[in-house]
């Protein structure tokens, strides 16, 4: 029976390919990889002339079956990310299941991680962490998903995408505190690597001022006993703002009456004022 290799790959510096993700690639029947282009020139840079085939988010089910067929076959497979360890907010998953449920051996290649690295340079490291991925990007999940940052007793580790970093960080200043303690890790590993280590307020400031570029992923320190007051201000913060929607002022308003009054930014009010007015018109 054939093997399933999981590959870590660099995340930036391909000095970190380690000599034996190196033997395993060359070695490899037959390369699995999200992003085909890139993980090709990967694959020569190791020698390896094995096919690449494309197996993401929209393909993984369907290609699972091919396979288990190249497995029982006797192949040697290599899965990879475009970047890092496989499997951490990358598709795989079902493929490896079925893998292991099949009785195929799966065969872990350990290497860098953005998500261990990030955390391990952010000061912010308890022993634990939590790492939640994306953040939705709408809605009830986004809510549930910032509430359980906000909440984390351990630092929380996320991905975002550059363009999308502020607004994140911005909202999660309004939800978590501006004072509470994080690092966004930029470009790790590249010639242009950058760690920013402050509290959620300035951090979210500096990068509206800077818009980054690159792989980003962000630390979020983890809840204090103090910081229950945070939660206690944002239930204030909403309450307040129900109570002046009701009484009919439009969210621009009530946004202002929040951001002077609750610490809050008038990023973050605005965002809260529009959730709570399209609330209340679905339950009219």
């Not at 660099?10 to 992003?35: F, K, Y």
């Not at 992923?217 to 809840?223: D, F, L, P, Q, W």
Request: charged share 25%; hydrophobic share 45%; proline share 6%.
């Amino acid at each position: 029976m054939g093997k399933l290799y999981l590959v870590a790959t660099p995340i930036g510096n391909l000095q970190d390919l380690s000599p034996r993700a190196t033997a395993t690639l060359a070695g490899a029947d037959r390369i699995l990889a999200e992003d085909t282009r890139r993980t090709r020139v990967l694959a020569q840079h190791v020698g390896s002339g094995a096919p690449v085939t494309a197996i993401h988010e929209h393909n993984e089910r369907a290609r699972t079956g091919r396979v288990l067929e190249w497995l029982a076959a006797g192949e040697s497979l290599a899965l990879v990310s475009d970047a890092g360890t496989p499997l951490v907010s990358d598709p795989g998953g079902v493929m490896v299941r079925e893998a292991i449920r099949a009785g195929h051996e799966v065969i872990p290649i350990p290497g860098p991680s953005a998500t261990t690295t990030a955390l391990a340079a952010s000061g912010l490291a308890t022993g634990r962490f939590l790492f939640l991925g994306f953040a939705p990007r709408k809605g009830r999940e986004r809510r549930a998903w910032l509430r359980r940052v906000r909440d984390a007793e351990e630092p929380v580790v996320v991905f975002e995408s550059p363009k999308r970093l502020a607004a994140l960080l911005d909202e999660l200043a309004g939800l978590c505190g501006s004072d509470r303690p994080a690092a966004v890790a930029r470009e790790l590993t590249k010639v242009h690597e950058e760690i920013r280590r402050h509290g959620l307020g300035e951090l979210a400031a500096h990068f509206r001022e800077h818009p980054p570029r690159g792989e980003v992923t962000v630390v979020v320190g983890a809840v204090e006993a103090a910081t229950g007051e945070v939660a206690t201000d944002r239930e204030m913060s909403e309450e307040l703002a129900r109570a002046m929607l009701d009484e009919g002022l439009p969210p621009s308003g009530v946004a202002r009456v929040i951001a002077a009054g609750c610490g809050m930014s008038r990023n973050a009010a605005y965002r809260l004022a529009q959730e709570l007015a399209s609330a209340e018109d679905r339950s009219a």
